[in-house]
């Protein structure tokens, strides 16, 4: 289907345990985010991609880690997970048509992670 | 610092009143304004955008204008409906910039 899912919905891990959350979008939009949503801080940005093999720290970075080989896809791994990383995270994507664009950002169904 | 704030929630109307949800930034520069919904179990969606001063969004009955002097975009609608309840979020960024900065967020309840 088009569009942009992410999977797992659901995460429940133990301190310590390395995660992983998948991105995936069909629209070969070439910029991508990562957000987490917390109670009372509304939505964070982690990191974001401009393109493949493009990325760069957002707001709360520290603890995750990024990738993007592929522009379709932008995996977000928690290396060592801790309990303060127990959020909603959504994954986005705009068109990036560069100079004068207010790009839309087009979001996923989120990820629920908790780390007991 | 960059930054939105929007009035504290929950919200809770009903049918047909009159909606109005405060949102204010502070920022350097020119930003773009949104405001963007989600609804249970799903991510959020653009509602409506404003991009530059006296520009005014609209949508689905939702109307929200962008005021420099007072650093403003609120959020109104004349009659809300129960299919409005969903959390709404204000939001800012800048001109060729994808760092988008986020409100709190406000959950509204709209009951029949």
């Known amino acids: 289907d088009a569009g942009i899912t992410q999977s797992p919905r659901y995460k429940i891990t133990e301190t310590g345990r390395q995660v992983t959350l998948m991105c995936h979008q069909t629209?070969?939009?070439?910029?991508m985010f990562w957000y987490r949503q917390d109670l009372g801080h509304g939505l964070r940005l982690i990191y974001y991609?401009?393109?493949?093999?493009?990325?760069d720290k957002g707001e709360v970075p520290d603890g995750y880690v990024v990738s993007r080989s592929k522009t379709e896809n932008f995996p977000l791994t928690l290396e060592s997970a801790t309990r303060s990383q127990t959020s909603v995270y959504f994954c986005?994507?705009?068109?990036?048509?560069?100079?004068?664009?207010?790009?839309?950002?087009?979001f996923g169904p989120g990820t629920r992670l908790t780390v007991l | 610092g960059n930054s939105v704030t929007q009035m504290e929630g929950p919200v809770t109307l009903s049918e047909e009143a009159f909606l109005t949800i405060n949102c204010t930034y502070t920022a350097t520069g020119y930003p773009s304004l949104f405001w963007y919904v989600q609804y249970p179990g799903e991510g959020l969606q653009l509602l409506l955008k404003a991009t530059k001063a006296d520009d005014k969004g609209s949508n689905k009955g939702f109307e929200a204008t962008y005021r420099k002097e007072t650093t403003s975009f609120h959020l109104e609608k004349g009659s809300v409906q129960v299919s409005d309840s969903a959390v709404y979020f204000c939001?800012?960024?800048?001109?060729?910039?994808?760092?988008?900065?986020f409100g709190a967020g406000t959950r509204l309840t709209v009951k029949p």
């Open positions: 629209w070969s939009h070439s910029y």
């Open positions: 991609s401009a393109a493949a093999d493009i990325t």
């Open positions: 986005a994507s705009a068109r990036g048509e560069g100079a004068g664009s207010y790009n839309e950002q087009f």
């Open positions: 939001a800012l960024s800048w001109y060729n910039n994808n760092d988008m900065r």
